[in-house]
T-cell receptor, first 112, second 115 residues
Framework: DGGITQSPKYLFRKEGQNVTLSCEQN?????MYWYRQDPGQGLRLIYY???????QKGDIAEGYSVSREKKESFPLTVTSAQKNPTAFYLC???????????FGQGTRLTVV | KQEVTQIPAALSVPEGENLVLNCSFT??????LQWFRQDPGKGLTSLLL?????REQTSGRLNASLDKSSGRSTLYIAASQPGDSATYLC??????????????FGQGTILTVHP
């Protein structure tokens, strides 16, 4: 089964906790991205990585951290410093060949 | 800074109509433009990718055009069906360096096709 797998589908976080969202891909794509989607605001880029062991901040990186130890995996940690983490989080990949982006099914994070 | 605008924000049409969704962007130095579909609570499905050197792409009942100089793209849906009901998102990738694949999104058009 090829594609991008995000887990879990739903995640609940208590105030002050760090949580990690998983993104795994078997498309052999070089680049991976994390976006956040809020109602009425479209998608905004959090972090991205175009090669293993390297990543760059996007437009709204504060309160988030990532790692890219393997080509297949790009986990996102939402830290307690993120003031408003409730949102829908989407992971994407892209290939250098034609730069088309592909998305996972998302993780809905709710602060309780 | 690139900004992407989609018009209309919402559209409701009867089944069978042909329709056009609009996307405009402020910086014409794009690498490519993608149209996506999003069903409620789901991820994004890529519909069409247009490279900056191309004028249009077609897939089945969908046709997307690109006018880079004027900063506009349109998505044409022929013979709409209730199953086409979804949010349609336009996104651009800016040219240069290693920024391929970094996308700037519009806020989407919510399409409802009623029987």
């Amino acid at each position: 089964d090829g594609g991008i797998t995000q887990s879990p589908k739903y995640l609940f976080r208590k105030e002050g906790q760090n949580v990690t969202l998983s993104c795994e891909q078997n498309l052999n794509h070089d680049a991976m991205y994390w976006y956040r989607q809020d109602p009425g605001q479209g998608l905004r880029l959090i972090y991205y990585s175009q090669i293993v062991n390297d990543f760059q901040k996007g437009d709204i990186a504060e309160g988030y951290s990532v790692s890219r130890e393997k080509k297949e995996s790009f986990p996102l940690t939402v830290t307690s410093a993120q003031k408003n983490p409730t949102a829908f989080y989407l992971c994407a990949t892209a290939t250098r060949v034609n730069t088309e982006a592909f998305f996972g099914q998302g993780t809905r994070l709710t602060v309780v | 800074k690139q900004e992407v605008t989609q018009i209309p924000a919402a559209l409701s049409v009867p089944e069978g109509e042909n329709l056009v969704l609009n996307c405009s962007f402020t910086d014409s130095a794009i690498y490519n433009l993608q149209w996506f579909r999003q069903d409620p609570g789901k991820g994004l499905t890529s519909l069409l990718l247009i490279q900056s050197s191309q004028r249009e792409q077609t897939s089945g009942r969908l046709n997307a055009s690109l006018d880079k100089s004027s900063g506009r793209s349109t998505l044409y849906i022929a013979a709409s069906q209730p199953g086409d009901s979804a949010t349609y998102l336009c996104a651009v990738s800016n040219a240069g360096g290693t920024s391929y694949g970094k996308l700037t999104f519009g806020q989407g058009t919510i399409l409802t096709v009623h029987p």
